[in-house]
């Protein structure tokens, strides 16, 4: 890359950078101190900008760099990402948004701990939280690192490790000053960028194609090195059993974790009224589905225009085809036009990085402060200083990610946020549900559908070949794997709702038939909410 090209993209991360610090003084001088201004922005966002921050909160560097990445190495094989990222939405609409916003304050555990008793809960549902959180936020450095490793002309360890610190560094910031008010506006801002990004590439992209996909279609075949194959289901997950139970896994885990990430549903509190939570989900899913749409484009167009093996050599797993893409379709590298589409998409995919992990980072500090925290002090913490021990939270998390980023930089973005939602999906999601919809549900029941979906989900994870005994492992040196798929899903989400059944048949405690009933009342008509 130019020197010309590098200073140009520097100057956009640094500008980009010094506006999101403006937006979190702005909004920190705006702070009282309250747990609800820091944790919900005073709840006075309205549908359509909550709607775009949740579209920003979701449309991360996995959306971006990830997806369309593994489109240009798979074809067909990586659209289910894009397909299964954006199917999730209706599970949120139809059974999730509109019935957290009324049962809950502002975390997950709060719905639950609405008919339990309230310690267990909390202090199971805020550890898985934090688990989630922390795999999300993995995925958010790794895409970061990649990026910035490109931009400066290759793949330098060094410049990938400080730049995992400093994103890291950065979101910490952003959440100890600025609370859910500047992490909002961050998010608004990051969303139009990249839907302003994404239509200007996909645009080109048929512009070059003179509007016709097919002939997009049979290029990116041509140029893939897989022929036919690449427009076919089975070149990623088709090879024997496990990579179709791989492929399952996976989908199950899009479709049903998006339910039970935290730094969503932490959206839905910071509009007044359920109304206005389900109006923000319409907003997101139009923006959300648009974009899923144009990954398609763009990685088949960057299939087609750069290459499959050119993106590869760039970064094995794919992370680096869009910026490639841009740099095509500007003229190429040494073009002025060139340098400037990729300097341009470089920092919008830096600021969708920065912009999601603030967003993860309050959820999981809100669910150490607000559950963990509250739950063993409960008799003397009060809500200023559970906002403190949320600030410090912030900086535990960020350096727990850092640490576990520098070990998984070789990784698919998009496969690690997979992973992240196999694990809401497997410990958060059953809990969620239960409690909203099962009236005989009781406290032990929650406790192990939590711990029944979240530590086998962790332990499957620990034991594949994600972590061991594959080429492009995080370990690769070792083989210690008794698990043979990627994806844990399709084995831990039955767990964790297994899990709460069992629980609560075995439960001595009988269900409390009042706290249910008003529980339903209130989440159905919003009666009593706060």
Same mark, same amino acid.
């Given at each position: 890359m130019s020197g010309d090209h590098q200073t140009l993209a520097l100057l956009l991360f640094s500008g980009f950078v010094l506006l999101t610090l403006v937006i979190t003084t702005w909004a920190g001088r705006k702070r009282h101190g309250s747990a609800e201004?820091? *944790?919900? #922005? #005073?709840?006075?966002?309205?549908p359509l900008e909550n709607g775009f921050a949740i579209a920003g909160d979701y449309?991360?560097? &996995?959306?971006?760099?990830?997806?369309? %990445?593994?489109?240009?190495?798979?074809?067909?094989?990586?659209?289910? *990402?894009? /397909? %299964?990222?954006?199917?999730?939405?209706? @599970? @949120?609409?139809?059974?999730?948004a509109e019935l957290v916003r009324n049962c809950g304050r502002f975390t997950l555990a709060d719905v639950v701990a609405a008919r339990m008793r309230e310690r267990p809960v909390r202090i199971a549902a805020? +550890?898985?939280?934090?688990?989630?959180?922390?795999?999300?936020? @993995? $995925? !958010?450095?790794?895409?970061a690192g990649s990026l910035v490793a490109l931009l400066l002309g290759g793949t330098s360890e060094a410049a990938r490790t400080w730049t995992v610190i400093g994103v890291g560094a950065l979101m910490v910031v952003y959440v100890s000053l600025g609370g859910m008010r500047a992490t909002t506006w961050i998010q608004i801002v990051k969303a139009v960028l990249l839907m302003a990004g994404a239509i200007a590439l996909t645009v080109l992209v048929l512009i070059r194609f003179q509007g016709d996909v097919n002939h997009l279609l049979n290029t990116a075949v041509a140029q893939s090195g897989h022929g036919a194959e690449f427009l076919s289901p089975g070149l990623k997950y088709g090879g024997d059993w496990t990579a179709r139970f791989d492929f399952i896994s996976l989908g199950l885990a899009l479709v049903l974790g998006t339910a039970g990430l935290p730094h969503i549903l932490s959206r839905f509190y910071t509009v007044p009224t359920a109304r206005a939570a389900r109006r923000s989900v319409v907003w997101s899913i139009g923006l959300i589905g648009g974009f899923y749409l144009?990954?398609? @484009?763009?990685?088949? #167009?960057?299939?087609?225009?750069?290459?499959?093996? &050119?993106?590869? $050599?760039?970064?094995?797993? #794919?992370n680096t085809a869009v910026p490639l893409l841009a740099l095509d379709l500007g003229g190429g590298a040494g073009s002025t036009g060139g340098t400037v589409l990729f300097a341009v998409v470089a920092a919008i995919a830096f600021a969708?990085?920065?912009?999601v992990v603030a967003g993860i980072t309050l959820a999981s500090s809100a669910s150490v402060a607000h559950d963990l925290y509250?739950?063993?002090?409960?008799?003397?913490?009060? !809500?200023?200083?559970?906002?403190?021990?949320?600030? /410090?939270?912030?900086? %535990?998390?960020?350096?727990v990610a850092i640490a576990l980023s520098l070990l998984a930089q070789d990784l698919n973005v998009a496969f690690l946020v997979g992973l992240a939602f196999a694990v809401a999906a497997s410990a958060?999601?059953?809990?969620?549900?239960?409690?909203?919809?099962?009236?005989?549900? +009781?406290?032990?029941?929650?406790?192990?559908?939590? *711990? %029944?979906?979240?530590i086998p989900a962790i332990v499957l994870v620990a034991l594949s070949p994600v972590v061991s005994g594959s080429p492009d492992a995080i370990i690769p040196g070792a083989d210690f794997h008794v698990f043979p798929l990627q994806n844990p899903g399709v084995v831990s989400i039955p767990l964790g709702f297994l899990a709460g059944w069992i629980g609560t048949v075995l439960s001595s405690e009988p269900p409390d038939a009042a706290k249910h009933a008003e529980t339903e009342v209130r989440s159905l008509t919003g009666a009593g909410a706060v």
């Open positions: 201004e820091f *944790y919900a #922005g #005073g709840r006075l966002f309205s449309m991360s560097a &996995a959306s971006f760099l990830g997806i369309s %990445g593994l489109i240009a190495l798979f074809g067909y094989d990586g659209m289910l *990402y894009s /397909v %299964g990222f954006l199917v999730a939405w209706l @599970v @949120v609409l139809f059974l999730v805020g +550890t898985s939280s934090v688990a989630v959180s922390v795999l999300y936020l @993995v $995925a !958010q450095m790794v895409g144009m990954t398609i @484009v763009l990685g088949f #167009g960057a299939a087609a225009l750069v290459g499959s093996d &050119a993106v590869r $050599a760039s970064n094995a797993a #794919g969708t990085i920065l912009a509250a739950s063993l002090r409960r008799k003397h913490a009060k !809500q200023r200083s559970e906002v403190a021990v949320a600030r /410090v939270a912030a900086a %535990g998390i960020g350096a958060n999601l059953p809990v969620l549900l239960y409690s909203l919809f099962w009236r005989k549900f +009781t406290t032990r029941g929650a406790v192990w559908s939590v *711990y %029944g979906g979240l």
